[in-house]
């Protein structure tokens, strides 16, 4: 997605330990237009599936989620971080903080992810895969079915993308980011060899 | 908003504590269509205000907040849990959560909350007023001023309403509920009264 790909290049900062900073308009303050883009083109490379629900992880997740969801006509659900009083019959996972260096714990309600439901999985970032982990752990013990994968930005060099071909899951991101070395930026759209 | 009272109506649950359960919906699994009409609503109600960016907080304001933002042509910002490692300079505060009976930490990047900005505050509940006032807050020490705040569901038994009142905000809810004792949910659209 060139747009999405301009953006980076233009607002991106590179910080140490192989950490994109793109806060201006994806994951702190967000740019409404670029994220209703982003949910169009989700459309474009997942819309001919028979997906029927879209989940994503909170926080940053969402506000892509959401808009792919609303062109999809699908509902949306948010994985939460874990708060063992309010939900009662939860599926949970962990998931393995690469910014915090922690695992911590999440959870969906059972009536939200069925047998029934074929799932389109939205995140802001693939980078070493957890939360995708995350998510196809949570389709194993409800039954689900994980149609497709979309990412905002994928950073190619921490190899979420070869355990997720490795899995067989149909992914796609909008923007590859294949090198942070040196506080720059190597960023482009997917290669078309992805593309089956 | 007619079809806000009915959906809670028909899927909401009072549980012990005065909370109230909307996660088929609001805040666990989300409605896109009901979340872009929140956003339009709010449009109708904000729409006249000199309004140049939306804030809310992570993360079930996030999907309302975004939606009422690409309708406005604004950028939405998301109040962030505090991660001390990763957000540098930083307006910090804390919410007291009612859910959870502790405080925690948020904070917000200075770079996205300045005396240039007008903001409409959007948030999923409000019920004590704790992260309204933590939205006060924040504007008192960035400079930026407050022109609304608007709530999807507001609990009227828990004050929040009325502490808004009094510090002279203008705000609005688009379903106001009034009790949910002995497990029977009373709501109804936002009096009147409370235009100006």
Redesign the interface.
Known sequence: MESLVKRIQAEGRSLKGG?L?V??FIN??????L??EVGKEFVRLFGHLPINKIVTI??SG??PA??T??LM??????I?KK?P???ENVYASSVHSF??EQDYEVC??A??LTPDDHILFIDDFLAYGNTARCMIDLAHQSGAIIEGMGFCIEKTFQKGGEYLTEQGINFHSLACVTSLEHEHISVCEEPKSRFK
């Open positions: 950490v900073k806060d201006s702190h303050q967000l740019d409404p237009n994220m209703m909170e926080a969402i506000a959401i808009m969801g609303y006509q699908v509902r949306t659900v948010f939460k708060q009083n309010t939900l910014t915090r969906i309600n009536n939200f």
